[in-house]
């Protein structure tokens, strides 16, 4: 049986996302009314991390220990890809030890590399290039709170970095629109743009991107090994801050995410992140955990090592 990989969200088929957001929400069920069953018992997770994280690490652990299974932590100390092995080898190595992987790191290329010659499932925790496991969690929150996305327009206020690209794909995935805002220079990959046709667009404005939108988010304007740019990325995003003043341009039901860090009164005001009438970014990092755990059950099932 083919091993499957969750790299981007690409690697889900429309109905498979459907399917494991599904899951997920009947395993946060599950974990609140205390029915969980242990279907990890004798697995074990490998967590390579290149970029730390706190979210990624607590949910991922918690995830594998709320199912019976059991998380290996890996440091940038404890293992350098590419650096003294080469990739491939360590994967082929890893990946007879352990039961499926998870790698947060920098270059997109590193995790496809490892991908290609792993005998278990691996998932990409976050690269420069994407951040899927993300866009599980922010999808499974506006589920939750809206029902589908299908027809839905998001609006994007920010760098076109790793989340933007993440929700390009998911725009192209579950069939909603997606209007971005960010400054001239700082726009998306344009081969995804223009994979993604009709489904996205791209403005200078911010009040045009989220005009009716059901759905806003953002992220900060400097991300981890940016942080030399940060003044200056502040200056070209002064004009970017999602606050009440801009959402109000939004539909009436709109929803706020992040996913956090936020830096507050940078790209996101203090008030509209605390703002639980709009803002579900608390509800969106919990999901995190839900929905890791479903994608974990996916792809060992699918792959037929469970």
């Known amino acids: ?24 929400i009947e395993l946060k069920a599950a974990h609140r009314e205390g029915r969980q069953e242990p279907v990890f018992a004798g697995k074990v997770l490998g967590m390579i991390f290149e970029k730390s994280s706190t979210r990624t690490r607590v949910s991922f652990e918690a995830g594998m220990a709320q199912l019976g299974g059991d998380a290996l932590f890996l440091s940038p100390n404890d ?34 590399k490892f991908a290609a010659n792993s005998k278990v499932p691996v998932i990409n925790a976050l690269t420069d290039e994407y951040h899927p496991c993300q866009l599980l969690a922010d999808i499974q929150t506006f589920v939750e709170h809206r029902g589908s996305m299908q027809g839905k327009t998001v609006a994007w ?6 989340m933007c690209h993440s929700w390009i794909n998911a725009a192209m995935k579950l069939d909603f629109k997606l209007n971005i ?4 220079g700082y726009e998306p990959n344009a081969e995804l743009m223009a994979q993604a046709g009709q489904r996205v667009t791209i403005t200078n404005d911010p009040v045009v991107a989220v005009a009716g939108a059901h759905l806003v988010t953002t992220d900060v304007f400097a ?17 970017y801050q999602v606050n009440h003043e801009l959402i109000s341009h939004a539909a009436d039901d709109v929803l706020f995410m992040h996913c956090l860090p936020a830096h507050r009164d940078e790209e996101v005001s203090a008030e509209l992140l605390e703002d639980e009438s709009i803002s579900v970014v608390w509800d969106e990092a ?21």
Request: with cysteine.
């Open 1 to 24: 049986m083919t091993i499957r990989h969750f790299l981007t969200l690409h690697d889900l088929s429309t109905d498979e996302i459907h399917q494991v957001i599904d899951l997920a």
């Open 181 to 184: 805002a960010c400054p001239e």
């Open 157 to 162: 206020i920010g760098d076109g970095n790793n």
């Open 223 to 239: 991300s981890m090994g940016q942080e030399d740019e940060q003044q200056v990325r502040l200056e070209h995003f002064a004009n």
């Open 79 to 112: 293992t350098q890809l590419g650096r003294g092995e080469p990739i491939e080898d360590s994967a082929r190595v890893i990946s007879r030890m352990l039961d499926i992987i998870m790698i947060r790191t920098f270059g997109h290329d590193k995790i496809e």
């Open 286 to 306: 919990e999901n995190r955990l839900h929905a890791q755990k479903a994608l974990m059950v996916f792809l060992l099932e699918a792959s037929g090592l469970v």
